[in-house]
């Protein structure tokens, strides 16, 4: 094997047909790593080939990446020897790795992951990259385990420039740091949030993650879907080491990662003050506490191959085209493919995860941050969300806490706080064994958390109300979850408004839609096998996207589905009734349910907003995430619609009878008295109905203004670009 130092010296010609691929040993979003071999010097090396067809940046991005990399020169970042063009790809040859990523090893050989001390080695090494890096203005922007290379010697190298820009160029690569690149796992909350932009500290908080990652053999919140992630990471506390769970784990270890993940990216070290932390003063040299971490495995091809097997081996199992969808986004998300886009049909699969409640449940689970894990014990736990999280207080760290957390039963409530909590359904219903959760609200000390519109009714009654919706009308299971659904959408789009508030001046923004980018295979930096599906979720994409392909940034793309969103609502697939009596209204203009004229803030068209050039606008997120709220709202309003037909019915045909009702000494099972008080009973509840889903509306309408005001600004945003032009013409 040749030690990395003696490739610097060897110049490696820029002809592929000097090189013989062997093995793949990798595989990312963009591009396929072999083990081959030079050979007119019969050198080891890697070549990295880039589709640049599946690549999401242009040529020139991807020709200054291999350019940057061709200068590094430092023993931990990994750095090009070359790169050229072979038809449709970009051959990038590298050292050879001969022990892969930190991330394969474990998938290998540690799934819960390493030990401390070779968790110190490889963080300690991965900083002094990332000083370099820092100090000659890259932000590196996709640090994990995946881009973190081992090789026998127990060399440690920082790789990956697909994603990496640098701070001093100008002009449209400047502009790239305030798009939407990473992998949602290891994305600082600025990142994430719209047009805040960020800078070097990102790479830190990257850091944390990739620490946590180390230490438990995956990363935080990697079992959730990517908006999950996103909102997770925006409005939860920040994850960390907990001081129970990771007993095995130092103070000095968890303190550090604790300095690393405050999502104040003004209160991060940076890596020159982190690499004087103890924790590193304390690290092994890499030959100790790293090379008897592959001492006894096999070639790093053979693991390649295995995991292959055993990814194919579990996709196989879940044929169903959906399934495989299914399995693929999972895998590759968990994995950390970089990636990834959000998609509508990918968010409406969220929202159904939502009817099983495990937006709330999943809270519970192993990733939360750590001011939740004090808390596990408590059976009945609450969601609480704190929209003021710009006033988050610090701990004694300086660590930020409270944005998003459960809060313990035994707290003061005199804020207000959604509480899922488990319920027992009517016994008649054949569904009694199945346990849904009612959604109350109520007050805790955490602060006025919810704003009052999200029901708009006191909120004593609120509570009572959701919990009679689950309790009366537990026959009826899709209309409670309707209700706890809505909710929680009510819930997560507060906090995102809250946070699009904050940001209301920036010019820029990420755009969370559009298809989700993923490699045909089951696990990309796991380095599986393709997935060779005729028809498959990739070729699907493939050939979506690039038809639809407007406008490529970075690994993020628009594509003519985002902008046809903001033109045509979708029409959703529950079947509705007339509006008569609803202040809602067919319109013509997006073909979709409308708020009333008479409504509408004076001096506003819903003509002016229908023909709307939007491709330059950075609204363009924005109207997505309220058209998707307020379509899914708008699915729920018309279920909850359809539903009171249906359960009149469905009540009125039980062996041609009102459900029953409690034995009274008064009633004492007079039928016929009962029968006209349950009507009545019925009717009520019918209207209570009525009036909550006049509510709702209400709560639509006023999500609809909002929209039609962003299409205002963004009308006056064409107007003035246009102005603009014509004056320069
Ligand atoms: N020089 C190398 N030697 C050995 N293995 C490598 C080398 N470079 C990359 N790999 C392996 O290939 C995998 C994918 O490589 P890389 O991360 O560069 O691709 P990518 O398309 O940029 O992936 P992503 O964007 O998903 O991180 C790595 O996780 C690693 O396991």
Redesign the pocket.
């Known amino acids: 094997m040749t030690s990395s130092s003696s490739y610097y010296s060897r110049s490696f010609s820029a002809n592929p047909r000097d090189y013989k691929l062997l093995e793949e040993?990798?595989?990312?979003?963009?591009?396929t790593?072999y083990?081959a071999v030079h050979i007119p010097s019969n050198e080891q090396v890697?070549v990295?080939v880039?589709d640049l067809d599946r690549c999401n940046s242009n040529f020139d991005d991807i020709r200054r990446e291999a350019q940057t990399m061709s200068l590094i020169d430092h023993p931990n970042v990994?750095r090009a020897f070359c790169s050229f063009v072979v038809d449709r790809s970009l051959w990038v040859v590298?050292?050879?790795?001969?022990q892969?990523?930190c991330?394969?090893l474990m998938k290998v050989a540690y799934p819960d992951g390493f030990e401390e001390d070779a968790i110190g080695s490889v963080l300690k090494e991965t900083l002094k990259a990332l000083d370099y890096l820092h100090r000659h203005g890259h932000i590196h922007r996709?640090v994990?385990a995946?881009?973190i290379?081992l090789d026998s010697n127990g060399d440690i190298k920082l790789?990956?420039f697909?994603?990496s820009a640098c701070m001093f160029d100008a002009g449209d690569r400047q502009r790239s740091r305030n798009t939407f690149v990473g992998?949602p796992c290891w994305m600082a909350p600025e990142v994430l949030q719209p047009g805040t932009g960020y800078n070097f500290k990102a790479d830190i908080w990257s850091f944390g993650i990739t620490a946590l990652e180390l230490a438990h053999g995956h990363a935080p919140f990697s079992k959730y879907p990517p908006m999950k992630v996103l909102l997770m990471t925006i409005q939860n506390a920040p994850p960390g080491l907990d001081y129970d769970r990771d007993r095995k784990f130092s103070k000095s270890f968890k303190e550090m990662v604790a300095m690393c993940l405050v999502k104040d990216p003004t209160k991060r070290p940076t890596v020159e003050k982190l690499l004087k932390h103890s924790f590193f003063k304390q690290a092994k040299p890499p030959e100790l506490s790293v090379k008897k971490l592959f001492a006894d495995l096999p070639p790093?091809w053979n693991r390649v191959k295995a995991l292959q097997l055993k990814d194919a081996a579990q996709l196989a199992l879940k044929r169903m085209p959906s399934a495989e969808q299914e399995a693929i986004s999972q895998s590759e998300y968990k994995r950390?493919?970089?990636?990834w886009n959000f998609d509508l049909d990918d968010l409406k699969a969220q929202a159904s995860s939502v009817e099983n409640n495990d937006g709330f449940a999943e809270m519970r689970e192993e990733d939360e941050p750590k001011s939740v894990s004090e808390y596990k014990d408590t059976t009945d736990f609450q969601l609480n969300v704190d929209k003021n999280s710009e006033n988050s207080q610090e701990d004694e760290f300086g660590l930020e806490v409270g944005v998003y957390h459960h809060t313990p039963q035994s707290e003061k409530r005199n804020g207000l706080v959604a509480e899922a909590s488990p319920s027992t359904l009517d016994k008649d219903t054949g569904l009694s064994k199945t346990k849904i959760q009612s959604t109350r609200i109520r007050k805790t000390q955490s602060g006025p958390l919810v704003p009052g519109t999200v029901l708009g009714h006191s909120l004593p009654d609120r509570g009572s109300t959701f919990e009679r919706f689950s309790c009366y009308y537990g026959h009826d299971r899709f209309l409670v979850k309707i209700l706890n659904a809505f909710l929680h959408f009510r819930l997560e789009s507060e906090n995102q408004s809250s946070g699009d508030k904050s940001s209301r001046d920036s010019r820029r923004a990420p755009n969370f839609s559009g298809p989700l980018m993923l490699p045909n295979r089951a696990s990309?930096?796991s380095?599986s096998a393709p997935i060779k599906s005729s028809g498959g979720y990739r070729d699907t994409l493939d050939d979506k996207s690039k038809t639809n392909l407007v406008q490529i940034k970075g690994r993020f793309s628009v594509t003519r589905e985002n902008l046809d969103l903001v033109k045509d609502i979708p029409v959703s697939s529950v079947s509705r009734r007339s509006s008569q009596g609803s202040p809602l209204r067919k319109s013509a203009s997006v073909g979709d349910w409308m708020p009333d004229a008479k409504q509408m803030p004076v001096g506003q068209s819903s003509k002016d907003s229908a023909n709307i050039n939007v491709s330059a606008s950075p609204l363009i997120p924005h109207l997505q995430n309220l058209f998707h709220q307020t379509s899914i709202q708008q699915d729920l309003i018309m279920n909850l619609l359809n539903s009171l037909q249906p359960a009149e019915a469905v009540d009125a045909s039980q062996n041609g009878k009102l459900p029953p009702l409690p034995r009274t000494p008064e009633n004492n099972g007079n039928i016929e008295t009962t029968a006209s008080e349950r009507e009545q009973l019925l009717l009520l509840k019918v209207s209570e109905l009525q009036a909550r889903m006049m509510n709702l509306t209400d709560e639509l309408n006023s999500e609809r203004l909002k929209y039609q005001q962003l299409q205002q600004q963004l009308n006056a945003l064409y107007s003035q670009e246009q102005n603009g032009k014509r004056g320069v013409a």
């Open positions: 040993v990798g595989f990312g979003a963009s591009a790593v083990h890697a990295k880039l990994v590298m050292p050879f790795m001969d892969g990523s991330l394969h996709d994990k995946g881009n290379l790789a990956d697909g994603v992998t790093l950390g493919v970089s990636a990309a930096n380095l």
